[in-house]
């Protein structure tokens, strides 16, 4: 499976937007990136999944480079809800469900 | 629609022992995904099942086997308990597998091996 950097932790204001970056500079063509997160003591959560173009849903929004080798995902206004995990994962389109989970990036919400 | 539901939601098991872990699936999602998630880190995958049969295995030993019955519902099992083996175990149902669509986690098992 390709793999991703994300930074560590990151932290954000309440009401503020999030920018949460991540890079796969090996990605494949046929590799979707997804992420999920992760709340304190819960089970991950899915968030958003993209292959090429920019998406968006009522959670968040995926903003994938033109090369695809890097992504962001965006959080438009930060609640102290949003506090969690975030991770980035590269599945390929044939995957049958594996996720190959990193460290991925605590994201701290400051009231 | 009560979503993917573990139990025990908490366990502790002495070294050496076996130990089951159980799953339900979303309703309408036939796949189950087991991971196993050390404190600080990622989720790692363990197996997949589908069609009552494992399909993907990830780099565990065989002490960790599992099964599917046909409500698609599964247990996770591990023999011969390792201190190491302590962690939270999820458990992620998905519709059809090759879709490249969401999985869905439950809240998982904490176990603990004294």
């Known amino acids: 499976d390709a793999k991703t950097t994300q930074p560590n932790s990151m932290e954000s204001n309440e009401e503020e937007p999030v920018h949460l970056p991540c890079n796969h500079s090996t990605i494949s063509g046929t590799d979707y990136i997804h992420w999920y997160r992760q709340l304190p003591s819960q089970g991950p959560e899915y968030v958003i999944h993209g292959l090429t173009s920019n998406v968006n849903n009522r959670m968040a929004s995926l903003a994938i480079a033109e090369d695809r080798k890097s992504s962001t995902l965006i959080l438009h206004r930060a609640t102290l809800r949003d506090a969690a995990v975030y991770y980035c994962i590269l599945r390929d389109a044939g995957s049958n469900y594996k996720l190959t989970f990193g460290k991925g990036t605590l994201l701290t919400v400051n009231p | 629609d009560a979503g993917v539901t573990q139990s025990p939601t908490h366990l502790i098991k002495t070294r050496g022992q076996q130990v089951t872990l159980r799953c339900s699936p979303k309703?309408?999602?036939?796949?189950v995904s087991w991971y196993q998630q050390a404190l600080g880190q990622g989720p790692q995958f363990i197996f997949q099942?589908?069609?009552?049969?494992?399909?993907q295995r990830g780099n565990f030993p065989d002490r960790f086997s599992g099964h599917q019955f046909p409500n698609y519902s599964s247990e996770l099992n591990v023999n011969a308990l390792l201190l190491g083996d302590s962690a939270l175990y999820l458990c992620?149902?998905?519709?059809?597998?090759?879709?490249?669509?969401?999985?869905?986690f439950g809240q998982g098992t904490r176990l603990t091996v004294v």
């Open positions: 309703s309408g999602h036939d796949t």
């Open positions: 099942y589908y069609e009552e049969e494992e399909r």
């Open positions: 992620a149902s998905s519709p059809l597998p090759g879709k490249n669509t969401e999985a869905f």
